[in-house]
């Protein structure tokens, strides 16, 4: 498209402007002290004056760093695609104290601390309560941002430990004593035995000392 005209190239502004707006009431929610460039429309990219408000929408899964939008129109009908970067902070969580391979992680161990997005991947952990019922795959040094392959699920159940078997169903309250065929994890379903009638059933982990059937 050659030669734009004054409300043609008016219109690109407002399509920068439009994306902005959208970056900025779309961002990553866990971002703070977001900051939004917009890259500017080359003169060859510019489309015709939109009938409507163009509509906005993410080109991918990233919502922080460079992304990329796209910028459609029905009448006429245009697809414009657009770059932006939006940087900020993101929570991640630091270790406390030194931990060893094979230790159950505590809460109290551990911090968050707000850091600059191009040091915050996707492996790392940011919300305090994801090393709940975690161990230690590896020794982690006090001031070490956490990760996921650091750490693996603990477990809850040991084979042939004493449970307590309850209903998940909160309009009923059963409850009875039984013993785990295998060992489990938080949420894992695993094989028990009703000590009661003596049948095998299959309950799903809430802790060290209880499983529950659904």
């Known amino acids: 498209m050659l030669g734009l005209s004054k409300a043609q190239a008016e219109n690109a502004a407002e399509l920068m402007s439009l994306a902005k707006n959208f970056l900025l009431t779309h961002l990553e929610p866990q971002l703070k002290q977001p900051q939004v460039v917009v890259s ?50 993101l929570p991640a969580i630091i270790a406390q ?54 750490l693996k699920s603990t477990l809850l159940i040991q084979k042939n430990d004493l449970v307590r078997i309850v209903s998940a169903d909160p309009r009923f309250h059963i409850e009875m004593n039984g013993m785990a065929l295998e060992a489990g994890y938080l949420g894992q379903a695993i094989r ?8 095998t059933i299959k309950a799903y982990v809430d802790s060290a000392d209880s499983v529950s059937v659904r």
């Open 97 to 150: 104290q030194d931990i060893n391979a094979g230790q159950v992680l505590d809460e109290s161990w551990v911090m968050i601390e707000w850091k600059p997005n191009n040091q915050v991947t996707l492996n790392h952990l940011r919300e305090l309560h994801s090393v709940q019922q975690k161990t230690a795959r590896q020794f982690i040094a006090k001031g070490t941002s956490l990760q996921q392959h650091q």
């Open 192 to 199: 028990v035995k009703n000590l009661s009638s003596g049948k």
């Open 40 to 89: 500017p429309l080359s003169t060859t990219a510019q489309k015709p004056q939109c009938a409507n408000t163009p509509q906005v929408s993410y080109s991918g899964k990233q919502r922080v760093g460079n992304v990329t939008l796209i910028i459609s129109c029905t009448q006429p009908a245009w697809q414009q695609y657009m770059s932006a970067k939006v940087t900020g902070l």
